[in-house]
Every structure is written in C-alpha cells, then in structure tokens.
T-cell receptor, first 109, second 113 residues
Framework: GQQVMQIPQYQHVQEGEDFTTYCNSS?????IQWYKQRPGGHPVFLIQ?????EVKKQKRLTFQFGEAKKNSSLHITATQTTDVGTYFC?????????FGAGTILRVKS | DAGVIQSPRHEVTEMGQEVTLRCKPI?????LFWYRQTMMRGLELLIY????????DSGMPEDRFSAKMPNASFSTLKIQPSEPRDSAVYFC???????????FGPGTRLTVL
C-alpha cells in the first residue's frame, strides 16, 4: 500500500543550528501537508503544498514539494528552543491519507 | 471558536470493558477524521466521515472498533471489548474539505490494563 517515509526519526541540534526533515512517498501525492506536535500536545497544521516544485516560506521555515510530487522537505534555519516537537508530513494519494512517522526535534540551548 | 472537542481526555479501563470516545467537530466542518497515535505505529488514520457518512474505514484495526456519526456535531469511536494493545492516544480532527488543513482535538489518552 501507499507509504510515506520520513527521515530522520530523531534529531538533536544546538540552538542556532539548522534542521531538515524529509518525506518520501511510494506514490504520487495530490498535495502534502506539514504538522507540528509539541510534546503532550496535538498536531497543528503548518502548511500545505499542492504544486509540483512548490516552495513556501514561513519566517525561518522553508517547505518544498518535489517536482515529481513524491517527496517534500521542511527546513528550519537557526533553530530556537520553541521549535522543539515532532514534525509530520501527510499526503493524499488517491483516496488514502498517510502520515509520515514524524521527526522528533530537540534543541539544546 | 472552541475548536474540536474530545472527551474524555483520559480513560483508564480494564481489558474486556467497552470504551466510548467522543468528538465534537468544529461547526460547519463536513469532514471528520479519527486517528490513533502510538510510539510503535505513529499516527494512523482509522476512519473518516463526510457529511456524517463513513467514507473510508480501511484503517479500523478490527471488528472490535466501530465509529458512528449520528449528526454533524457528534461522533463516537467505540472499542468493545478493549485490549491492552489498544492503549494509545486517539485524536479526532475535522475540516471543510477532504484535502484541506485538519484541525485536531486535544486527544483522548486511553490506557487498557
């Protein structure tokens, strides 16, 4: 069945360092969404990408959707302690919505 | 807006008991999703509804699980009988279009002893 692989599973960075998480789908996606979940909290929507090759920015966060619409990335520039949490990608392929396993980000101050 | 409301927030029960989780979606949202989150399996979509009708329940793990949406403002996820491996956080989410951003509730943490 459709799968979305997300790497890395876990990353521990020093405050001020950059961070990137990647998602790869086994099938073409109609769109991809990114969510952030703080420890003990619930997923909160960050952004949605729809177009092939699309790039969107939110302050220090940069989101990309691959040309083939099968991969995506989230890059955080100069991480802060407020960035800690788990970042998930989610994509619709046909009638199926699949979430990546998430990347846990820890930031050392 | 109160957001998506889930109850109870925590549930501890014994194996074999029936468990009912409740969700009130955001008013005006016509899609409702139920998820289960565990460390081992991550976030899994169990079932989703459109206009109170179940569209895809292929994620429901087995017959012990059932979900209903009797009206636009209420949905339940029932587990009968419950087993220890059902212990997880169950989230409900809603939105205005299947592929649009989803608004998650705070979740119900279920522990089955």
């Amino acid at each position: 069945g459709q799968q979305v692989m997300q790497i890395p599973q876990y990353q521990h960075v020093q405050e001020g360092e950059d961070f990137t998480t990647y998602c790869n789908s086994s099938t073409t996606l109609s769109n991809i969404q990114w969510y952030k979940q703080r420890p003990g909290g619930h997923p909160v929507f960050l952004i949605q990408l729809v177009k092939s090759g699309e790039v969107k920015k939110q302050k220090r966060l940069t989101f990309q959707f691959g040309e083939a619409k099968k991969n995506s990335s989230l890059h955080i520039t100069a991480t802060q302690t407020t960035d800690v949490g788990t970042y998930f990608c989610a994509g619709w392929g046909g009638n199926k919505l699949v979430f990546g396993a998430g990347t846990i980000l820890r930031v050392k101050s | 807006d109160a957001g998506v409301i889930q109850s109870p927030r925590h549930e501890v029960t014994e194996m074999g008991q029936e468990v009912t989780l409740r969700c009130k979606p955001i008013s005006g949202h016509d899609y409702l999703f139920w998820y289960r989150q565990t460390m081992m399996r991550g976030l899994e979509l169990l079932i989703y509804f459109n206009n109170n009708v179940p569209i895809d329940d292929s994620g429901m793990p087995e017959d012990r699980f059932s979900a209903k949406m009797p009206n636009a403002s209420f949905s339940t996820l029932k587990i009968q009988p419950s087993e220890p491996r059902d212990s997880a956080v169950y989230f409900c989410a809603s939105n205005t279009g299947r592929a649009n951003e989803q608004f998650f509730g705070p979740g119900t943490r279920l522990t089955v002893l």
